[in-house]
């Protein structure tokens, strides 16, 4: 089955900085891929996703990139502010057909986006 | 639309209890599942259902057991409770129109065995 990994499992940025977060996937058959947002207490929310025909995606300050040859992809976090502190999560999933396929999770990473 | 609504919010058990936590959306979206989230481990999927009638095993289904009798209800039955059932439930919906539609998440259910 799908397996996800995700580094770092923490990341500390100061204000305006840049914040990268790296996943990578096993099965060469997944082809959707979204980022999910989690502050204390609340629900995972989604904040951006890119399905395998697209190499980068971008929404305002937040983009990912995906390297389908190399089983990876990334969410770049630009001029970071504190309101991006989060755990941060990755995950994996391959549609087959037309069914909804089920999201694999990587572990998490938690940002501190300092003042 | 409320989306995806979880009861309850809090629950404590003792160890062989049984209880239901409830998940109901409103979105008519065929595609429910559980996860149980715990620390630095994310979020695993427990049971997953792509419609009314039709269920399956995620990655950690064991001491779980759910059903789909309608769109809307997808509850999570726990057997008998131990306590490495303490976690956080998360129930989540996607419609099947298209392919890969996001998943909404329900607020969680924090549930401690004891």
């Known amino acids: 089955g799908e397996n996800v990994e995700q580094h770092p499992s923490t990341l500390s940025v100061q204000e305006g900085d840049s914040a990268v977060i790296k996943c990578t996937y096993s099965?060469?058959?997944?082809?959707?891929f979204p980022w999910y947002k989690q502050e204390l207490g609340k629900r995972p929310q989604l904040i951006i996703d890119?399905?395998?025909?697209?190499g980068e995606k971008k929404d305002q300050r937040i983009a990912v990139t995906l390297n389908k040859t190399a089983k990876h992809f990334s969410l770049h976090i630009t001029e970071t502010q504190p309101e991006d502190s989060a755990v941060y999560f990755c995950?994996?999933?391959?549609?087959?057909?037309?069914?909804?396929?089920?999201?694999?999770f990587g572990k998490g990473t938690k940002l501190s986006v300092k003042p | 639309n409320a989306g995806v609504t979880q009861t309850p919010k809090f629950q404590v058990l003792k160890t062989g209890q049984s209880m239901t936590l409830q998940c109901a959306q409103d979105?008519?979206?065929?595609?429910m599942s559980w996860y149980r989230q715990d620390p630095g481990m994310g979020l695993r999927l427990i049971h997953y259902?792509?419609?009314?009638?039709?269920?399956d095993q995620g990655e950690v289904p064991n001491g779980y057991n759910v059903s789909r009798s309608t769109t809307e209800d997808f509850p999570l039955r726990l057997l008998s409770a131990a306590p490495s059932q303490t976690s956080v439930y998360f129930c989540?919906?996607?419609?099947?129109?298209?392919?890969?539609?996001?998943?909404?998440f329900g607020d969680g259910t924090r549930l401690s065995i004891l």
């Open positions: 890119i399905r395998s025909n697209v």
């Open positions: 259902s792509v419609g009314a009638g039709i269920t």
């Open positions: 979105m008519n979206h065929e595609y």
């Open positions: 995950a994996a999933s391959r549609n087959y057909g037309g069914s909804q396929g089920n999201l694999i």
């Open positions: 989540a919906s996607s419609s099947r129109d298209g392919y890969n539609q996001p998943q909404h």
């Open positions: 099965d060469s058959a997944s082809n959707y």
